[in-house]
Structures are given as structure tokens and as C-alpha cells.
């Protein structure tokens, strides 16, 4: 006859796997986050060689940040995303026949616009008194964003460095009722850098606009702009562990340490036309940066 386990070992064999599993969870969360921030860069390299063939199509031209009537709702602008989609066809929706945005029902999951390490992708956003889930299209998630930093060592587009036409991309507007189509915008070849390979062409965003500025990092999460108001968390979104995804200009993604990529002024700003410790320049940016969380 076989003896039946004492009370002792039973609670000896459920302590030992309370133990066991006290020390795997953490592995398995690790390894679960570190196949998040993998698939995240696999997106980044996805969305860029379709801003790459797009600009292989259109005489070595970059996509524009946006083209817009200012005269109509955000929902009809038209986005770089917009532009893209068709060289992907992975995520994101074409604007809708008759204007108006999409539900969330509708969206879908975003494919690879959407990021695996943000949980923020279909925040909401309120402009001119109409709601959109994403970002401002409300067609896309709003994960990522084009550097529009980009260009400025160059001296490329506005002097004031903190314009949104100083950068190397364009963006289009017009109103109703006027004939003209304003561009602005450092002109959009990529060959206009000096460092292609150096330079961050995207990274990720917790605001639902379609460009983004590497002070940023240095502004807390407000409910507008992020959809949440955490002060701990930063408009430019990191991949955790204090990591940020990047795509560059010649196609190449990677993860870097946050504080690393204003060291080596991946976007492009800090090496001519920011070189102070006055704002915007790095020194300042990065110590906010390092009271968030986030960061530290």
C-alpha cells in the first residue's frame, strides 16, 4: 500500500513552487517585454521603407508631414501615414468617402502603425468640438511620429528653431476660398543631410499629431495631448527600460538609450544649431527628462 504525502510535504512542495515561481514570473514578463520592444522596431523598419519607396517614386522627394485645408475638420487632412499606406497595406484605414471619422468599432487593430509597448495607441483626442480615437485622423493609431528636428544642423527650413517648418520635411495648407497652396518646410530631400545614416527619420509618440520634436522629452503627459494626465511619462514615448525605437534615413532602426540619443544627436539639431545648455538645447531637455519616471 502506498503512503499518502504528510501535511509537511505537501507544504514543502507548494512552497518550493511559490518559490520557483516568484523567480520565472520576472523572467517571463522580461522576455514578454523584450518581444514587444522586438516587434515594436520591426514596425519602425516597416513604416520607413514605406516613406523610402515613396520617396523613390517621387523623384527622391520625402513624403510631407501633412496636406491640409485648415477651412475643414482634421479628419480631412491628409497625413504622411496616408501616403504610405499604400506601399504597406498593414494597419490604418483610407479616408472615408464622405469625410467623418472612424469608431472604434471600425479601426481595426492598426497593424503595424500601432505599437506593441503602448497601451495608449487609441487614446482619444478632441478638436473643434469632434472626438477621434488615435490619432488626428482618427484612421491611424498614434504611435509613431516623423522627426521634424531632422534638418536643422543643416540650417534648413524657418530660423527659429522651434518652428514647425524648421526641419527638413514639408507639410502643404491651404484655406477655402484661397488660391493658393502654401509649402513650407525645409524642401524634403533626404540628401540635403549631412548625416543620413545618423539621423532619426521616426520614433514613437504619445501625442496624436503626425510630427514630433525631441524637446518633447522633456514635457510630461497632459489629457489632452496624451489622453492621460501623467507627468511621469513623456509626450515622446520610450519603448521602456529607458529605451527608444528609431528608424534613420537610410533604413536602418534600432533601440538606444534615451539619454544616448541626444549624445550622439540623432535628431539631428545639437551638433550646429543647438549647441547651448539654454533651451532647447540638450543639457535642458534632458534634465527634465530625467525627473519623469520614465526615464529614470
Known amino acids: 500500500m502506498k503512503k499518502a504525502f504528510t501535511l509537511i510535504e505537501l507544504l514543502v512542495v507548494i512552497a518550493i513552487i511559490a518559490i520557483l515561481a516568484a523567480i520565472l514570473f520576472p523572467v517571463f514578463a522580461q522576455a514578454k517585454a523584450a518581444a514587444k520592444r522586438t516587434s515594436e522596431i520591426s514596425n519602425l523598419k516597416n513604416i520607413s521603407l514605406g516613406v523610402i519607396m515613396y520617396s523613390g517614386d517621387y523623384d527622391d522627394i520625402l513624403v510631407p508631414v501633412y496636406q491640409a485645408n485648415w477651412s475643414n475638420p482634421r479628419y480631412d487632412i491628409v497625413l504622411w501615414k496616408d501616403a504610405v499606406l499604400p506601399y504597406i497595406k498593414n494597419g490604418g484605414k483610407q479616408k472615408k468617402a464622405g469625410g467623418g471619422v472612424y469608431t472604434a468599432a471600425e479601426q481595426g487593430d492598426g497593424g503595424i502603425f500601432a505599437a506593441p509597448t503602448y497601451d495608449g495607441n487609441w487614446a482619444s483626442y478632441t478638436d473643434g468640438g469632434q472626438t477621434y480615437r488615435g490619432d488626428t485622423s482618427s484612421r491611424f493609431p498614434r504611435a509613431y511620429a516623423l522627426n521634424c528636428d531632422a534638418g536643422k544642423n543643416e ?25 493658393n497652396v502654401y509649402v513650407r518646410g525645409g524642401g524634403g530631400m533626404v540628401n540635403s543631410l549631412e548625416n543620413i545614416a545618423g539621423t532619426a527619420m521616426m520614433y514613437g509618440t504619445r501625442t496624436p499629431y503626425p510630427n514630433i520634436y525631441s524637446r518633447y522629452f522633456a514635457y510630461g503627459c497632459d489629457a489632452n495631448w496624451c489622453g492621460v494626465s501623467n507627468n511621469q511619462v513623456s509626450y515622446a514615448r520610450g519603448m521602456g527600460t529607458k529605451q527608444v525605437g528609431l528608424a534613420f534615413f537610410d533604413g536602418h532602426v534600432k533601440a538606444m538609450n534615451g539619454f544616448k540619443t541626444f549624445a550622439d544627436d540623432v535628431y539631428g539639431m545639437y551638433k550646429v544649431r543647438v549647441t547651448g545648455s539654454d533651451w532647447p538645447g540638450a543639457p535642458a531637455v534632458t534634465y527634465w527628462m530625467s525627473q519623469m519616471g520614465e526615464w529614470k
Open 155 to 179: 540650417n534648413l527650413g524657418d530660423a527659429d528653431v522651434e518652428s514647425e517648418d524648421a526641419t527638413l520635411w514639408t507639410r502643404a495648407y491651404t484655406w477655402t476660398g484661397d488660391p
